[in-house]
């Protein structure tokens, strides 16, 4: 069992704010402890349009941040 923690960004959007490419406008959690066999972010595909996810060892989201095509 691996255990990972991820910050989620919802009811928002990203773009540019003063040149800078950030999330704008939502909030952000944290979700710490996960179990990486096991976990579901209880989101369906009715509700949501994408989701996107980037690597958190890199820190520049406009290159970095990618479109999440599945579970694996």
Known sequence: ???????????????????VFKYLKGQSTVVEDIDGDRWSLG???????ALWYKDPTEDDYERHLKLLGGDT
């Open 43 to 49: 989101y369906l595909k009715s509700n949501i349009s």
């Open 1 to 19: 069992m691996a255990l990972f923690n991820m910050r989620v960004h919802h009811g928002g959007l990203f773009g540019y704010e003063n040149g």
